[in-house]
């Protein structure tokens, strides 16, 4: 069964302190990996695509990284706007173009 | 341009009650998607419709649960007798394939649906 794992759950930092969000994966191929933003009360907003081990994506403050297992979302210096949840999916080779989604995590960035 | 647009935006329903929930994708996309998100739980997949193809129906949870797509276009979920445990935030997303492996998803801004 495919499966999608994001830690930690929740994230607590200081503005300026740079952290990295984790999301594992277990499936039988790997067709793309997304990285979403979601703000309260809102629907995921889509952020990165990456496709096999080795890529990275890079959107201001946010780096995202991908090998065989597994995705970090690098955030380098985060602000306060930063806070919200951060959503992974994978799309598997060989079948239907329905993404699986992890549980996010949940970051909030202190002033 | 025009981003999914979903309606109503909050909807209070009495338990047994039919609803509807409307999506409008983004013009031009064939693939439009159907997901619930119950507080501080993830994206429940429900149905997902592509093209003229049969819909994926996998994720309905049960038979109270339909869905249709008018012209490959704006899209109706069907929630009848409606049950406390529907209570949740229902979202819609499209995409469009673009030749590459795999395509991201646009999604709207939900429906909260809450069953009394």
């Known amino acids: 069964e495919d499966q999608v794992t994001q830690s930690p759950e929740a994230l607590r930092l200081q503005e300026g302190e740079s952290s990295s969000l984790n999301c594992s994966y277990t499936?039988?191929?790997?067709?793309?990996l997304f990285w979403y933003r979601q703000d309260p009360g809102k629907g995921p907003e889509f952020l990165f695509t990456?496709?096999?081990a080795g890529e990275e994506k890079e959107k201001e403050r946010l780096k995202a990284t991908l090998t065989k297992k597994e995705s970090f979302l690098h955030i380098t210096a985060p602000k306060p706007e930063d806070s919200a949840t951060y959503l992974c999916a994978v799309q598997v080779s060989g079948g239907s173009y329905i993404p699986t989604f992890g549980r996010g995590t949940s970051l909030i960035v202190h002033p | 341009g025009a981003g999914v647009s979903q309606s109503p935006s909050n909807k209070v329903t009495e338990k047994g009650k039919d609803v509807e929930l409307r999506c409008d994708p983004i013009s031009g996309h064939t693939a439009l998607y159907w997901y619930r998100q119950s507080l501080g739980q993830g994206l429940e997949f429900l149905i997902y419709f592509q093209g003229n193809s049969a819909p994926d129906k996998s994720g309905l949870p049960s038979d109270r649960f339909s869905a249709e797509r008018t012209g490959g276009s704006v899209s109706t979920l069907t929630i009848q007798r409606t049950q406390q445990e529907d209570s949740a935030v229902y979202l819609c997303?499209?995409?469009?394939?673009?030749?590459?492996?795999?395509?991201?998803?646009?999604f709207g801004p939900g429906t909260r649906l809450t069953v009394t």
């Open positions: 499936v039988s191929g790997l067709r793309g």
């Open positions: 997303a499209s995409s469009q394939p673009t030749g590459l492996p795999s395509y991201e998803q646009y």
């Open positions: 990456l496709y096999s």
